[in-house]
């Protein structure tokens, strides 16, 4: 017989922390119902993390809340933290709880070494939860792969653009900037 641990809810997750087992500065990630270890962050991951707040904050205002590897809660199993997430404004800012799928409006994820992971793991369940838009940064492949139209585990629409094309969020049509920017390119 195997004995496999079962899964664990995001509270069974928050009391792990409350109780000092998980610490704020572990870089863990509640993944249908596995805690998972994240990738380390090197300086071209978290360059381009800051480059595409910047973009975004410049861009947006007050329009949305633009949240910078913070926890997403979605359904009672995950609790993902996506290098960038968009957000419905909120008066309190999330601070009585954390931000659910209704409240985002594109995910971001930078992916250095993480490519795999961030579409076959995070991506279906992004999609699982009707997250509208997911942006996988791809540094090594210097190209932006944008994922929309959430249909089951997976999406309806995915585009490419490489350093010389443009992004321009879904549900902020207003908003556009040069993907080479993200790419770290000149």
Known sequence: M??????????EFHRLAEAGILHEDDRVELIRGEILEMSPIGSRHAAAVNR???LFIQALGNRAIVSIQ???RLGKDSEPQPDLAL???????YAHDLPQAGDVLLLAEVADTSLTYDLEVKLPLYAQHGIPEVWVVDLLGERVLVF???QGES????????????????????VSFPARLVLLKP
């Open 2 to 11: 195997v004995k496999r641990p079962r899964p664990f809810t995001v509270e």
């Open 70 to 72: 913070n926890p997403v």
């Open 148 to 150: 929309r139209h959430p």
């Open 52 to 54: 595409l707040a910047r």
């Open 87 to 93: 957000l419905k404004t909120r008066a309190d800012d």
């Open 155 to 174: 999406y309806g629409e995915t585009l490419t653009e490489g350093p010389e094309g443009s992004l321009t969020p879904l549900l902020l049509p207003e």
